[in-house]
C-alpha cells in the first residue's frame, strides 16, 4: 500500500444486542421517567408492592422504612428477571395459554377430537381351490363365482365367440420341491 492513499473508516454493526434488549416503559424521546425506564416486570411489582404496602401499613408500620426499602430493592432486582429466557410476562402469558388451550390440542385452527367409531362390515366367499376342482372333475372346468356374477351382467356380443378348449388336470405336487422339478420336464419337453 502506498502512503498516498486516505484511510478508509470501517462500520460494523451488530443487531444482536438490540433484540436482547427487553421491552421498557417510560421513555419518550429524550425524556425519562425518575430512576426509569422500566420493564413491566418492575411496574408489575411496583404497583402491586404499593398496593400491598397501602393496604398492610397497620401491620408493618412499627418496622419503619424496612419494607418501602425492600419494595424498592425488589423493584430494581426484577429489572432483568428470565425464566427460560423469557421475560415474566410473556412467560406468565405462555402459561395462561397453556392453560386455555383444549386439551385434546388443534389442527388447523379447530379442535381435535377422536373420530367417531364406525361399523365395518364385509363379505366373504369360500370356495375351493382351482386345483383341488380339476383333480375331483378332470373333465369339467369350474367357472368361479366372480365371473359367474360378471358374466350374468354383460349384453351379449354381436359375434359368437369359440369355445375355449378345458384345461387338462395336472396332478398336484406334493411338495414344492416337486413341484419344481415337474415344472422342469414340462420345460424341457417343449
Keep these: 500500500m502506498s502512503a498516498k492513499q486516505p484511510d478508509r473508516q470501517r462500520v ?94 388443534r389442527i388447523a385452527g379447530r379442535v381435535a377430537r377422536d373420530r367417531s367409531s364406525t361399523l365395518l362390515s364385509g363379505t366373504f366367499i369360500v370356495e375351493p381351490a382351482a386345483a383341488e376342482v380339476a383333480r375331483l372333475a378332470p373333465d369339467a372346468a369350474p367357472i368361479p363365482a366372480a365371473r359367474q356374477r360378471t358374466k350374468a351382467k354383460r349384453k351379449p356380443s354381436a359375434r359368437p365367440r369359440a369355445p375355449r378348449p378345458a384345461p387338462q388336470a395336472r396332478p398336484v405336487p406334493v411338495t414344492g420341491l416337486a413341484g419344481l422339478l415337474a415344472g422342469a420336464q414340462t420345460a424341457g419337453r417343449s
Design 12 to 105: 460494523a454493526r451488530v443487531y444482536t444486542a438490540a433484540r436482547r434488549h427487553p421491552w421498557v416503559l417510560g421513555k419518550l424521546g429524550d425524556w425519562v421517567i425518575w430512576f426509569g425506564p422500566y420493564t413491566p416486570a418492575q411496574l408489575a411489582v411496583l404497583g402491586g408492592g404499593a398496593l400491598l404496602l397501602v393496604r398492610t401499613f397497620a401491620w408493618w408500620s412499627w418496622t419503619g422504612p424496612v419494607p418501602v426499602v425492600l419494595w424498592l430493592v425488589a423493584v430494581w432486582a426484577v429489572r432483568g428477571a428470565k425464566i427460560n429466557g423469557r421475560s415474566p410476562m410473556t412467560a406468565a402469558m405462555g402459561w395462561l395459554s397453556l392453560l386455555a388451550r383444549h386439551p385434546a390440542g
